[in-house]
């Protein structure tokens, strides 16, 4: 069975801003913003670093299981100055 860990996006940016979680882990992303959210990973715009790491489009809420171990950068894809990063380790 696999774990699963909340990341909130706020007009502060995203909470927390790092997290550490076990390969496998399901990650939730939830805004809680006055604005749209789309989650990507790094670099912006490409979002090369982890491709299938891409929300695609706005959403209140956007779920990714990382199966792949790694510090995982992400970004706001309309706010790129918002931030953060999924540390994906073996169980």
Known sequence: NSAMATVRYTDSG??????????????????ESTNDMWVASN???GHTDLPTFD???????????????????????LNPTAEGVIAVEEK
């Open 14 to 31: 995203f909470e927390p801003k790092e997290l550490s979680v076990p390969l496998g882990t399901m990650v939730h992303f939830v805004n």
């Open 43 to 45: 670099e912006h715009p």
């Open 55 to 77: 929300q695609f489009m706005t959403g209140d809420q956007y779920v990714y299981v990382f199966d792949t171990t790694g510090s995982w950068r992400y970004h706001d894809h």
